[in-house]
């Protein structure tokens, strides 16, 4: 793993114990689909932010806010986070109690 790969491999752990935090007691019947519900509206929510922002011409009077919006991920970018997501989740899902039918 390179050290450009660092950032993307940190923030994907982060994200696949955050996934199994919120939707912990919805998977196991315990609670409710609040926290699914909020992360999925948090995402629409920056992406509303972003359109707006670039049908406003917002991004032409701010710098800043201009290097913002273009920032595109890469493949291998995408690709390391979610990889290590899914893999952090496995492996959380493994020690906190693994399957069912063991």
């Known amino acids: 793993m390179t050290r450009r790969d660092m950032m993307p ?3 994907g752990v ?6 199994l ?4 007691g ?3 019947g315990d609670g409710s689909a609040a926290g699914a519900v909020a992360f999925v509206l948090a995402h629409v929510a920056v992406v509303s932010a972003a359109l707006a922002a670039v049908a406003f011409g917002l991004h032409r009077r701010w710098p800043a ?9 890469s493949r291998r970018h995408v690709g390391v986070m ?3 997501a ?3 989740a ?5 020690v906190h109690g693994g399957p069912a039918w063991t």
């Open 26 to 28: 919805f998977l196991t």
């Open 21 to 24: 935090w919120m939707l912990h």
């Open 65 to 73: 806010l201009a290097r913002i919006l273009a920032h595109r991920p």
């Open 82 to 84: 979610f990889g290590m």
């Open 14 to 19: 982060i994200m696949g114990a955050m996934m």
């Open 90 to 94: 496995v492996l959380i899902h493994l």
């Open 86 to 88: 899914v893999a952090t």
């Open 9 to 11: 491999a940190g923030m």
